[in-house]
């Protein structure tokens, strides 16, 4: 039996047993919970099919981001006795039809876009000759500095919410937040491309595609769109939005 196509069913039952528990609960916002743990089912297949030292790497970087995510979610998720607004207004859109448009437009969607950004793991499973290299090496070094400077970003954020004093002063904009609105999702975009570095070989240019989807939906869908979507009126917001970029730090700011 083909390893793609063990991980694709592999994932689509992960999916689905996700989905049973938001019909049975409703709620929606377990689809986010998933998203990372889907990443390690597929790092672990591959692992197990293809076991080798790069493998072995791909599989311990991405369940260290992986479990940091979901674990994250998860306690937000546990602390709400409802479902999220976003899912929540979907929902209500819907009608009658949510359950199959939540199996369509979040779940399956979700899987879909998950096989694509794991394209360098799914690819990697199907190298034959595969040893530690230059690119390994820097492929390593790309992840370590994109999942420093995602934690170094959520903590400074962290610590500002918590921290809030000053009334006037609603927007996060020292630390990393100084050079771009969205550092978090600036790192996280710099460590898929790590996995890449390490991951790719004869599949070059199928496996890319995994690390340029994942800027996209962080730059242009479910990323840093969503994060401003409440801010369109805040005038304190469009005032740093002007001189910050959105994702690229720009660190000539002063």
Not at 76 to 86: I, Q, T, V
Not at 177 to 201: D, M, Q, T
Not at 208 to 220: M, Y
Request: proline content about 3%; glycine content about 6%; overall charge positive.
């Amino acid at each position: 039996m083909s390893i793609i196509f063990i991980q694709i069913i592999s994932l689509f039952i992960f999916i689905n047993l996700f989905y049973l528990f938001a019909i049975i609960k409703k709620r929606n916002d377990i689809a986010d919970v998933a998203w990372g743990l889907g990443f390690i089912l597929l790092s672990g297949i591959t692992l197990i099919y293809n076991y080798n030292l790069e493998s072995i790497l791909v599989f311990a970087l991405v369940s260290f981001w992986g479990i940091r995510l979901s674990s994250h979610i998860l306690k937000k998720f546990l602390k709400k006795d409802e479902e999220d607004s976003r899912y929540k207004k979907w929902r209500s859109e819907w009608g009658a039809y949510w359950p199959l448009f939540s199996w369509l437009k979040v779940f399956m969607l979700q899987g879909v876009l998950l096989f694509v950004v794991a394209a360098p793991i799914i690819t990697l499973a199907q190298e034959k000759d595969v040893s530690v290299n230059f690119w390994t090496y820097l492929g390593v070094a790309v992840w370590v500095f994109g999942i420093t400077y995602e934690i170094i970003g959520d903590r400074q954020l962290k610590k500002f919410i918590s921290n809030k004093k000053d009334k006037n002063n609603k927007i996060m904009k020292s630390g990393l937040w100084k050079y771009s609105r969205h550092p978090n999702y600036f790192g996280e975009a710099v460590l898929w491309w790590g996995i890449w570095l390490i991951a790719f070989g004869e599949y070059f240019w199928i496996s890319i595609v995994g690390p340029l989807t994942i800027f996209f939906l962080l730059r242009f869908v479910s990323g840093v769109p969503m994060a401003e979507e409440g801010y369109r009126k805040d005038e304190e917001f469009q005032e740093y939005k002007k001189k910050t970029p959105a994702m690229f730090p720009n660190f000539l700011i002063k």
